[in-house]
């Protein structure tokens, strides 16, 4: 039986199909509510991962800068031992930092992804060093700390992740 004139439809609305009992108008009040309430939950989690995303930026930031501060310092460092003379040079374009050894042209790079907020150490030549660093949020997201490729927890500032990186480039195991 098809149903096409407005008395039909109104007739309709009474038709119990599905929800013992309950007219399609409580039926359409109920999936707008249902409605209201989704767009309610789904605005709180897009306004929650925008503050997720400010904070790994913020730790990202805070990171990145403290080994683009730290690592010409210790090549600069490094090149006033005797031993090692004067054969490490660096240079940064803000997506890559690079430190070559100029005796041998070996080099290692550390490359910044701040989509992934994520840096990775590279070493191939004399000891192969592979690590990579992440910025992970809290498990409340009030905050961030530095992972490893395990997840496990970087201590302190990272820095020294940089400096394994360097000591590989010398031939340091």
């Known amino acids: 039986m098809t149903l096409t004139t407005r008395n039909d439809i109104a007739a309709r609305r009474e038709i119990d199909l599905f929800d013992g009992g309950a007219d399609v108008s409580h039926r ?6 249902q409605f209201s309430l989704a767009k309610e939950k789904q605005a709180t989690q897009n306004k929650y991962n925008i503050q997720v995303k400010e ?6 930031q805070r990171f990145t800068g403290a080994l683009q501060e730290f690592l010409p310092i210790l090549c600069d460092e490094l ?11 660096h240079k940064s374009d803000g997506k890559i930092f690079t430190v070559t050894r100029s005796d041998k042209g070996w080099t290692m790079t550390v490359k910044f992804d701040d989509t992934l907020h994520r840096a990775v150490f590279a070493c191939d030549m004399p000891v192969k060093f592979r690590e ?16 490893d490729k395990n997840g496990s927890v970087v201590g302190g500032d990272g820095c020294w992740v ?9 031939g340091i195991s």
Do not use: C, H, M, Y
Request: avoid cysteine; hydrophobic fraction near 40%; glycine fraction near 6%.
């Open 55 to 60: 904070i790994l930026d913020d730790g990202f």
């Open 28 to 33: 359409s009040r109920r999936i707008a509510e």
């Open 162 to 170: 940089g400096e394994n990186a360097v000591k590989a480039l010398l």
């Open 79 to 89: 090149n006033q031992e005797p031993e090692i003379g004067n054969i490490l040079s």
């Open 132 to 147: 990579s660093v992440e910025i992970k949020p809290t498990t409340n997201s009030t905050a961030w700390w530095l992972a």
